[in-house]
């Protein structure tokens, strides 16, 4: 099963943007990209999602280029509640079961 | 409206003894999903379920069953564990599907220990 990778971890000062990016070379061809946040000791949360282009909610934007072999997470101005684990979560060619998330990125907001 | 609510929130076994883990959702979802989480191993789809009576085999089935009797209910059954299935087991509900235009809702998480 091919990984959908992320960097480990990512140190920012507080009110820096920060651009997480997930590599995933298989991804199904109608399936969307979606990314959460989690806390210790809590589930993940939903922040993002797109298909191709550019996504912006409140909160994030979602950058997929063309091919949609990867996807980029931005976070704008980040405060240290953003301290958290991101995961982008994919759906991988080869079948339904092939539900895949990312090996998660811990960010590090800095005073 | 409480979401997903799963339970224990924790759990010891010793080695062959079983356990059901519980997830309840009230938002009326026909997706959901039973997920362990290992450290520096992300999240990990076990099984999932599609609709009421419907279960299938995600990527890491082996050592688990479930069952989907109720439309709001998602049983997650031990039979004989294993110190490998300690791990913290979630639970997510959907309307729609993973990958289409939808959102997984999380359940807080049961923390196992197998001795």
């Known amino acids: 099963l091919a990984k959908t990778t992320q960097p480990i971890s990512m140190d920012s000062y507080e009110g820096q943007e920060v651009n997480i990016t997930c590599s995933h070379n298989n991804i199904a061809t109608n399936d969307y990209i979606t990314w959460y946040q989690q806390f210790p000791s809590q589930g993940p949360r939903f922040i993002i999602q797109g298909y191709k282009t550019k996504v912006t909610n409140e909160v994030a934007s979602l950058f997929i280029p063309a091919d949609r072999k990867s996807s980029t997470l931005s976070l704008p101005r980040v405060s240290l509640s953003d301290t958290a684990v991101y995961y982008c979560l994919v759906v991988i060619s080869g079948g339904y079961q092939k539900v895949t998330f990312g090996t998660g990125t811990k960010l590090q907001v800095i005073p | 409206n409480a979401g997903v609510t799963q339970t224990p929130k924790f759990r010891v076994l010793k080695t062959g003894q079983s356990m059901t883990l519980l997830c309840a959702q009230d938002?009326?979802?026909?997706?959901m999903y039973w997920y362990r989480q290992d450290p520096g191993m992300g999240l990990r789809l076990i099984h999932y379920?599609?609709?009421?009576?419907?279960?299938a085999k995600g990527e890491v089935p082996d050592g688990y069953n479930v069952s989907r009797l109720k439309k709001q209910n998602f049983l997650l059954g031990l039979e004989s564990a294993a110190p490998s299935q300690t791990s913290v087991y979630f639970c997510?509900?959907?309307?729609?599907?993973?990958?289409?235009?939808?959102?997984?809702?999380f359940g807080p998480g049961t923390r196992l220990t197998v001795l």
């Open positions: 938002m009326n979802h026909e997706y």
């Open positions: 997510a509900s959907s309307s729609v599907g993973t990958g289409r235009r939808d959102t997984q809702y």
């Open positions: 379920s599609v609709g009421e009576g419907t279960t």
